[in-house]
């Protein structure tokens, strides 16, 4: 029957946990010694000493079996790599701020725009809630302009604005 153990190596279990998580690929590291260690042991006693499932350990044997260590590498996670390159949100940076499309006529951006000026300029087919997405992280605002009357003149537009109302 194995000692209990010292409630003193706590500390000592988490600094090891956190030094390992230091090591750059330890969880390949950690993989591969489960591997090794399951030529002699049984894979329920190698995934109770790595503190995992046994068919994790039986699915990492697996993988190094038919992809080498390859096979064991996590596999990247995340979203999907933006369209747009550094180059092209400089670009439209300039645009947007200057007010002007890239032959020099002034404009009123909207994302219809903006895409299609991406589209002919760079290539890049983007779509208006990606493109949305972007020109949030680059800073940018869209906004919206008041909805007028279809029948109206600006004369009656600029009466009825709230900050012309005399109260």
Known sequence: MPR????????V????????????????????LAIRGYSNQQAKDIAALF???????????ELFRLHGIQGLQDKPK???????EDRHMEQIS??????ETPDGKAINWTLDTISQYI???????IKKSALSNTLRKMRYVIRKPRPTHAKSTEQERSDFKKNSRSH
């Not at 209990?4 to 500390?11: G, I, M, N």
């Not at 090891?16 to 090591?23: C, F, G, K, M, T």
């Not at 589209?119 to 087919?125: H, K, L, R, S």
């Open 78 to 84: 995340g979203h999907r790599k933006a369209i747009l």
């Open 13 to 32: 279990f988490l600094k090891a946990d956190e030094a390992l998580s230091e090591i750059k690929d330890s969880r390949l590291v950690m993989k591969l």
């Open 94 to 99: 300039k645009w947007l701020d200057s007010g």
């Open 51 to 61: 503190n995992t499932q046994t068919r994790t350990v039986y699915k990492w044997v």
């Open 4 to 11: 209990p153990k010292d409630e003193s190596l706590q500390e």
């Open 119 to 125: 589209n002919t300029e760079f290539g890049i087919v």
